[in-house]
C-alpha cells in the first residue's frame, strides 16, 4: 500500500512538472492545465490546487482585457468568463482546505475575487476582502498582504481605505518596494506628481538594475512635463533592455515635446519599422516631420498615452 502511494504521488508530481514546463517554456496554458489536472487526479496537493487556480485566474484577465477594448462581450466570452471564474473558486477553495494555515492557500481565494471586483461582480468585494482577512490571520505581520487590502479597496474606490492598510504595510516594512510604488500610484491618482515622483525615486536608488522602475518614472516624470527628466529616465531603461519597445516610445515622446525633434523622428522610424500595422505610430511619425507635434492631427486616438490603460505597442520580448 505504501508503494503504491509512493508511485502514484511519484506520478502526480512528474505530471506537475511537465505542466510548468509547458508554461514556463511553451506557454502553453492549455497543456499545463490538462497535467495539472492528471496530478490531482492522483494526488490531492494544495499546490496542484493552488497552480489550477492560477491559470484560470490568468485566463479570467485575459478575458477581461480583452473585453475592455471591445464595444460587446461576446456570448461565447462571457461563457468562458463565468466557467473560468467558477473552476477558479473552486480549485482555490479546495487549495486551502488542503493546508488552511498555508499563506499562499488563504491569498489565492482572495486574490481570485479581487481580480473580478473592477468589473462590479456583485459579492466579489466583500469575499476578496473576507479572504485577505483570513490571510492576515495566518500571517499577521506580513506587509504583502497589507498591501493587497490597500489595492482591494483602491479598486472599490475607497481611496482612504487603501491609504490606512497602505500605512499599516509600510509600517511593517519601510523598504517596501512593492508598496511605496502603490503610494506613488495613489499620490499620483489624486493629482499629488511631485511626492509620486519622489518616491518612484527612491524606489529606483534602491533597485538600480531594474528597467521597469526606470520607465515608471519615466512616465510619471512625463506625466508631470519633467520632459528632460523623462528623457533621462527612458534612456537608462532602454540601457538596461535596448528591446524595451514602450520606452523607445514615450522617449520618442519626450524627445519630441524636449524640442529634439530629429531624436523623436529616429525613434520612431526605428518602431514603425519593427512594427509596421501600427497606424499610431505612423500618424506621429507623419506629424514630427510635418514640423507639428505628435498628436497634432490624423492619430488614431484622442487619449493622451500616458492616461491609457494599456501600453501603445506590444513588447515581443
Same mark, same amino acid.
Not at 482585457?65 to 462571457?78: D, L
Given at each position: 500500500?505504501?508503494?503504491?502511494?509512493?508511485?502514484?504521488?511519484?506520478? @502526480?508530481?512528474?505530471?506537475?512538472?511537465?505542466?510548468?514546463?509547458?508554461?514556463?517554456?511553451? @506557454? $502553453?496554458?492549455?497543456? @499545463?492545465?490538462?497535467?495539472?489536472?492528471?496530478?490531482?487526479? +492522483?494526488?490531492?496537493?494544495?499546490?496542484?490546487? !493552488?497552480?489550477?487556480?492560477?491559470?484560470?485566474?490568468?485566463?479570467? &484577465?485575459?478575458? #477581461?482585457?480583452?473585453?475592455?477594448?471591445?464595444?460587446?462581450?461576446?456570448?461565447?466570452?462571457?461563457?468562458?468568463?463565468?466557467?473560468?471564474?467558477? &473552476?477558479?473558486?473552486?480549485?482555490?477553495?479546495?487549495?486551502? *482546505?488542503?493546508?488552511?494555515? !498555508?499563506?499562499?492557500?488563504? +491569498?489565492? %481565494?482572495?486574490?481570485?475575487? =479581487?481580480?473580478?471586483?473592477?468589473?462590479?461582480?456583485?459579492?466579489?468585494?466583500?469575499?476578496?476582502?473576507?479572504?485577505?482577512?483570513?490571510?492576515?490571520? %495566518?500571517?499577521? !505581520? &506580513?506587509?504583502?498582504?497589507?498591501?493587497?487590502?490597500?489595492?482591494?479597496?483602491? =479598486?472599490?474606490?475607497?481611496?482612504?481605505?487603501?491609504?490606512?492598510?497602505? $500605512?499599516? =504595510? *509600510?509600517?511593517?516594512?519601510?523598504?517596501? #518596494?512593492?508598496?511605496?510604488?502603490?503610494?506613488?500610484? +495613489?499620490?499620483?491618482?489624486? /493629482? &499629488?506628481?511631485?511626492?509620486?515622483?519622489? !518616491?518612484?525615486?527612491?524606489?529606483?536608488?534602491?533597485?538600480?538594475?531594474?528597467?521597469?522602475?526606470?520607465?515608471? *518614472?519615466? *512616465?510619471?516624470?512625463?506625466?508631470?512635463?519633467?520632459?528632460? /527628466?523623462?528623457?533621462?529616465?527612458?534612456?537608462? =531603461?532602454?540601457?538596461?533592455?535596448?528591446?524595451?519597445?514602450?520606452?523607445?516610445?514615450?522617449?520618442?515622446?519626450?524627445?519630441?515635446?524636449? /524640442?529634439?525633434?530629429?531624436?523623436?523622428?529616429? #525613434?520612431?522610424?526605428?518602431?514603425?519599422?519593427?512594427?509596421?500595422?501600427?497606424?499610431?505610430?505612423?500618424? #506621429?511619425?507623419?506629424?514630427?516631420?510635418?514640423?507639428?507635434?505628435?498628436?497634432?492631427? @490624423?492619430?488614431?486616438? $484622442?487619449?493622451?498615452?500616458?492616461?491609457?490603460? /494599456?501600453?501603445?505597442?506590444?513588447?515581443?520580448?
Amino acid at each position: 500500500g505504501l508503494s503504491y502511494v509512493v508511485c502514484e504521488q511519484g506520478r @502526480a508530481s512528474f505530471s506537475f512538472q511537465k505542466a510548468l514546463t509547458a508554461v514556463t517554456q511553451n @506557454a $502553453d496554458a492549455e497543456t @499545463a492545465e490538462a497535467k495539472i489536472l492528471d496530478a490531482i487526479r +492522483l494526488s490531492k496537493r494544495d499546490i496542484y490546487y !493552488r497552480s489550477l487556480a492560477q491559470l484560470n485566474l490568468s485566463k479570467i &484577465n485575459t478575458l #477581461i482585457a480583452a473585453a475592455n477594448g471591445q464595444k460587446e462581450v461576446t456570448e461565447a466570452q462571457r461563457t468562458e468568463f463565468q466557467t473560468r471564474t467558477a &473552476n477558479a473558486v473552486e480549485a482555490a477553495r479546495l487549495a486551502q *482546505l488542503s493546508d488552511p494555515l !498555508r499563506l499562499e492557500n488563504q +491569498l489565492i %481565494v482572495a486574490q481570485v475575487y =479581487s481580480a473580478i471586483v473592477p468589473i462590479g461582480v456583485e459579492g466579489s468585494y466583500e469575499a476578496a476582502k473576507t479572504g485577505y482577512e483570513e490571510a492576515n490571520k %495566518v500571517s499577521p !505581520r &506580513n506587509p504583502q498582504v497589507y498591501l493587497a487590502l490597500a489595492q482591494l479597496a483602491a =479598486s472599490n474606490k475607497d481611496l482612504k481605505a487603501a491609504q490606512e492598510y497602505l $500605512d499599516q =504595510s *509600510l509600517g511593517l516594512k519601510a523598504n517596501y #518596494i512593492d508598496a511605496i510604488f502603490f503610494q506613488a500610484q +495613489l499620490d499620483a491618482t489624486q /493629482g &499629488n506628481l511631485s511626492a509620486a515622483i519622489k !518616491r518612484v525615486e527612491q524606489i529606483v536608488a534602491l533597485t538600480p538594475n531594474d528597467p521597469l522602475n526606470f520607465f515608471r *518614472l519615466g *512616465l510619471l516624470k512625463y506625466d508631470a512635463k519633467e520632459y528632460t /527628466g523623462a528623457v533621462a529616465a527612458f534612456e537608462k =531603461s532602454i540601457s538596461l533592455v535596448p528591446v524595451y519597445a514602450n520606452a523607445k516610445y514615450f522617449l520618442g515622446l519626450s524627445y519630441a515635446q524636449a /524640442g529634439e525633434t530629429a531624436k523623436a523622428i529616429k #525613434i520612431f522610424e526605428e518602431l514603425s519599422d519593427q512594427n509596421p500595422n501600427n497606424p499610431e505610430l505612423a500618424a #506621429i511619425l507623419v506629424n514630427l516631420k510635418a514640423g507639428r507635434g505628435p498628436f497634432t492631427a @490624423a492619430t488614431p486616438t $484622442d487619449v493622451k498615452p500616458e492616461k491609457r490603460k /494599456g501600453l501603445p505597442i506590444t513588447e515581443s520580448h
